[in-house]
């Protein structure tokens, strides 16, 4: 069993960055996708970007060109950079884990707040 938990979230003002963090328990070696998703009020959780074991990325048109989701398997970490931060951005954001649809993770998420 993983656990993941975030960290960074926080407030900034629109145009600013933040740089989330994921951190497992356990070996994100063997994890074929991690995964970024986020949740805002009144919404539906959302994928944001995802990057394979091999290292292929995933993004949501939204945030194409503005956020970079990165994995460090030897650390057991993975990390969203999110640059050029509007007020759309605000949302509770979830790390994932995913090989196939009996292994998912999810952490608790934290908070990313824009202030236009």
């Known amino acids: 069993q993983v656990q993941l938990v975030e960290s960074g979230g926080g407030l900034v003002q629109a145009g600013g960055s933040l740089r989330l963090s994921c951190a497992a328990s356990?070996?994100?070696?063997?994890?074929?996708?991690m995964n970024w998703y986020r949740q805002a009020p009144g919404k539906q959780r959302e994928l944001v970007a995802g990057?394979?074991?091999?290292?292929?990325?995933y993004y949501a048109d939204p945030v194409k060109g503005r956020f970079t989701i990165s994995r460090d398997n030897a650390k057991n970490m993975v990390y969203l950079q999110m640059n050029s931060l509007k007020a759309e951005d605000t949302a509770v954001y979830y790390c994932?884990?995913?090989?196939?649809?009996?292994?998912?993770?999810w952490g608790q998420g934290t908070q990313v707040t824009v202030s236009s």
């Open positions: 994932n884990g995913a090989s196939g649809l009996t292994r998912v993770y």
């Open positions: 356990g070996s994100i070696f063997s994890i074929d996708n």
């Open positions: 990057i394979t074991s091999g290292g292929s990325r």
